[in-house]
């Protein structure tokens, strides 16, 4: 069986068994999958630095249609969140990122939205500056893709956070002014009243919302 080829997101990473790795990952082609990297803890040349959380890969994969979980070969990096270490907001923020695809995304649902969307706010992460603007940007669009965003006109937020709604509905993120984002604060209730959307779909308390929060 040949392996399939696939432009992936690495969601999550886990250890399996001593220098295995149980790997979820979000592929433009086929979906959210998971599997299993055998070997993946001493093998620098099949993996690296590759199944660091967010980093886009091109990766390559065996499939059986009797076994859920496939089998990783090959993983190449093709942009990475990780070149130098980050700071603990920074990786606070990129942790609810990743949740927030590994819960929403069902498997092997192709979604290319998602995966554009993703790819859109991973770059801006990587340019530098402060999170706030591309996280909002992300959660806005997760729960408008997923189906379940209110009427945000109606929802009981403040003017100001109602006029962000209207901005990110609107503006691609590169276009949206970085000004007064520095700060945690900005925009908060409407980051707190997206996620609550979310919780309220998933039915579910997300891990990384409480370390977000204290920020």
Known sequence: MPARQADA?????????EIDRLVTFFTRQFGKCRGVGHGAARSQRRFGAALQPLTQVRVSFFERPTQELVSLERCEVVATMWETAPDYAWSVVLGYVAEVADKLLPDREVNDAAYRLLT?????????GAPWLPLLYDLYWMVRLGGFLPDLETAPLSEENRHWGRVL???????????????????AGLRTFLHGQLEQHLEQHLRSWKLLNEL
């Open 9 to 17: 997101i690495i969601l999550r990473t886990y250890p399996l068994r």
């Open 120 to 128: 859109v706010v991973l770059a801006a992460l990587r340019g530098g």
């Open 169 to 187: 509905a609107k503006m691609p993120l590169a276009e949206i002014p970085t000004a007064g984002w520095e700060s945690s604060t900005q925009a």
